[in-house]
């Protein structure tokens, strides 16, 4: 009789505490996680900040949080966290212990190994009663995103034609000099404006000098990426290597360009994440402004055709007005790509050709 009282109270005692956890397992469980930067470029460190608290009396005896992230961050070991990789997504499990009024903080060293945009989507906490017989599950949607750009080359020694184009800002084209470009003093002639005039070397020489302004180039540069990995294809890329390369080449151009003061837009025939009908379109300008705006365009690009590269530059053909000096980064240059680019040429274009592999570039094209 004695072993029936024990049993039934043990059955009474497990009903109850398995009931008491299903309600209140999850109850005042606060999750959070976030990066501590916004933007990183490919190969650098960065990191994730965990936070998870039981703001009640009841201990949670366990708690089991489960995440997926897509591939390119690489996490270092860590001791209860298991990674779980598959082709496209690596999925996080990790187990928790939480006394009463507990807060647990966990920092998790990152390395953004590829470019891209790196979401923090949805966390699944599942816990239950003491036995592991029942339990409770929630899921937590988290906002936040690091967005990882293409690690720009370093174009400086390169055979291409930005040192060309950095050249041409500085000569005589036009015969209105640029009020903007200071290059040094002169002495004063007759014609010259009296509001050109500089005071203090004036005095300093005895003699009237005035602001030696140079003329500048009207210089316009417009990039265009084809995510094409060859002629025939049709949808995605199944060699991404040269193109990715062509990705961190274009940002390599537009680092070196802009930081020296030049102006440059970007246009590819890829999609964009998120938004596969919509192309990366950056109109020309210059400044820094411009330069996150293409890092991010880059890191969004997908090697998802949209349209096919020679049917895009027909249609920019027709947009383009003036002419401009254009920079084409391509796996391949066929016939009928070749009679495009031609037509930009007899609209007064400047168009050079540069061709991707996938150990980086090979020869170069030029129309002139």
């Given at each position: ?108 060293y990152v390395t953004a190994a590829h470019r891209g945009i790196y979401r923090l989507g949805t966390v699944s906490m599942t816990s ?9 599950v929630r899921s937590v949607p988290l906002q936040g995103k690091v967005v990882v750009y293409p690690e720009p080359l370093d174009v ?47 005095a300093r020489s005895g003699s009237l000098q005035v602001h030696r302004r140079d003329a500048t180039a009207d210089c316009r540069i ?147």
């Open positions: 009789m004695g072993a029936y009282w024990i049993l039934l109270v043990a059955a009474v005692v497990i009903a109850m505490q398995a009931g008491l956890f299903r309600r209140l397992a999850l109850s005042k469980i606060t999750y959070n996680r976030s990066f501590k930067v916004s933007s990183c470029f490919e190969g650098e460190a960065l990191e994730l900040i965990e936070t998870i608290e039981n703001r009640k009396v009841l201990p949670v005896p366990w708690l089991r949080v489960e995440s997926q992230f897509r591939m390119g961050l690489v996490f270092r070991g860590q001791q209860n966290l298991d990674i779980s990789e598959g082709q496209y997504n690596q999925n996080h499990k990790s187990f928790f212990s939480l006394m009463p009024w507990t807060k647990i903080v966990r920092r998790h239950g009663d003491l036995l592991g017989s029942n339990f409770v400086s020694e390169m055979s291409l034609p930005v040192q060309t184009w950095m050249g041409d800002m500085i000569v005589r084209r036009w015969i209105v000099e640029d009020p903007f470009l200071i290059s040094g003093i002169r002495e004063y002639r007759d014609g010259d404006s009296l509001k050109n005039i500089h005071w203090k070397a004036s417009k990039l265009y990426l084809n995510i094409e990995d060859h002629e025939l294809m049709w949808s995605k890329a199944t060699r991404p290597e040269p193109v990715e390369y062509g990705i961190r080449l274009a940002a390599g151009v537009a680092s070196h360009l802009l930081s020296h003061g030049m102006e440059l837009g970007l246009g590819s025939n890829g999609s964009l994440e998120e938004e596969p009908n919509e192309l990366i379109d950056i109109p020309i300008s210059g400044g820094r402004e411009q330069l996150n705006l293409i890092y991010e365009s880059l890191a969004r690009l997908e090697l998802n055709r949209a349209i096919s590269f020679h049917d895009y530059m027909e249609q920019e053909l027709y947009r383009l007005e003036g002419s401009h000096d254009i920079l084409v980064l391509s796996t391949y240059v066929n016939d009928r790509l070749q009679s495009m680019l031609n037509r930009f040429k007899e609209e007064g274009h400047r168009v050079q050709v540069t061709l991707l592999e996938e150990s980086g570039l090979s020869r170069k094209e030029i129309l002139s």
